[in-house]
């Protein structure tokens, strides 16, 4: 699988990344055995991009990940998680997470970028995976805490990345107006944009991509169905979009694409994942995969052939903003 390189770093991504939120217990149980077989089929895929978070069942997706990469060659991947949520005894506990992971929750979130935060968390990551070092650290939803997370806990990042102990650093949320103050005022690398720079919405062309462009730093892309709508050949009535029921227009919008997708002898999920990858600052693309099914999907889906003709056809049809660049290396064409 091709990788990108992070500007300014030597930080390599695959294209395609794997996201061990799932694998966290989001929403659902899911056992040790799918979830460790599950990094064991991305592994297979060609997949060197892992991506958690302490958020992330309380700390089980980061015990998870690291186990099943325990075996792996530690220089063949690159993993990141995140900081700013601090996991902390629980005093009052009632039994389960109520942030939609199905875990128990003697331990809570407790929001902190200062640099101690910072670094207690870092800290606390690498025990929980076993881990020596992470490649990259992300400011996880700093959206309400933009003073410390830029005084604070930016500066603690870079300069751990400064002394090698970090390959890069950055920032991820839902939304993509802070995540280009990261870029254009600390010393981010890259940042985590979910949901912002898909078939459905491109509102990241607003601010984050050209900054990033400007900058020359980098952007992955996760959240690329927009919470499912964009999942599936033909979406559905019921469907979740940005993990609300979709709007009616907005179902009828994803089929629209899909027709044109399959015109061009692809299909809506396979076109969902390429088309961020069409973007010169986007770097990778990261999913969420709770077994060795959905792995094998998205890397089927992501080595399907999606044709530049079906860009310029959706943007002339009024499906994508007329604004939208493509990158002149076709990054949308599966890799050799």
């Known amino acids: 699988m091709r990788r990108r390189t992070i500007p300014t ?9 794997f996201g061990a939120s799932v694998i966290g217990n989001l929403y659902r149980t899911t056992s040790a055995e799918d979830a460790a077989a599950a990094v064991d089929s991305a592994w297979d895929a060609g997949i060197r991009y892992y991506d958690t978070a302490p958020h992330y069942g309380l700390g089980l997706s980061e015990h998870r990940l690291g186990a099943a990469l325990h075996h792996r060659p530690r220089d063949q991947y690159v ?12 005093e009052h506990p009632e039994g389960v997470d109520t942030e939609g992971f199905v875990v128990r929750d003697d331990l809570r979130r407790q929001w902190d970028f200062s640099r101690d935060g910072v670094l207690r968390s870092i800290e606390a990551t690498l025990q929980r995976t076993g881990l020596d070092h992470l490649d990259i650290v992300y400011l996880h939803d700093p959206d309400d805490h933009w003073q410390q997370a830029a005084d604070e806990a930016m500066p603690a990042l870079a300069e751990l990345r400064d002394q090698g102990v970090i390959g890069a650093i950055g920032a991820g949320m839902n939304q993509s107006a802070m995540l280009a103050r990261f870029l254009r005022e600390t010393a981010a ?5 979910a949901g912002r720079y ?3 919405d491109q509102s990241a062309l607003d601010d984050v991509l ?5 900058h020359g730093k980098a952007v992955v892309a996760v959240g690329v169905f927009n919470s499912g709508l964009l999942s599936l050949d033909r979406p559905a009535e019921g469907m979740k979009y940005d993990y609300q029921a979709a709007p009616p227009e907005l179902v009828d919008r994803a ?8 015109a061009h002898g692809t299909t809506l999920p396979a ?42 056809d959706l943007r002339d049809q009024g499906l994508l903003r007329a604004e939208v660049p493509f990158a002149p290396d076709e990054r949308s064409r599966p890799c050799p």
């Open 9 to 17: 770093t030597a930080v390599q991504v695959t294209e395609l990344g």
């Open 79 to 90: 993993i990141s998680s995140k900081v700013g949520r601090l996991l902390v005894p629980n």
């Open 189 to 193: 690398d890259l940042v985590m944009l």
């Open 198 to 200: 898909t078939l459905l």
């Open 210 to 214: 050209p900054t990033a462009q400007e």
């Open 255 to 262: 089929r629209a694409i899909a027709d044109v997708c399959e």
């Open 271 to 312: 076109a969902a994942i390429a088309f961020p990858l069409t973007h010169p600052s986007v770097i990778n693309v990261t999913l969420g995969m709770r077994d060795p099914g959905q792995v094998r999907r998205n890397a089927l889906l992501h080595r399907q052939p999606v044709p530049k003709e079906l860009w310029h």
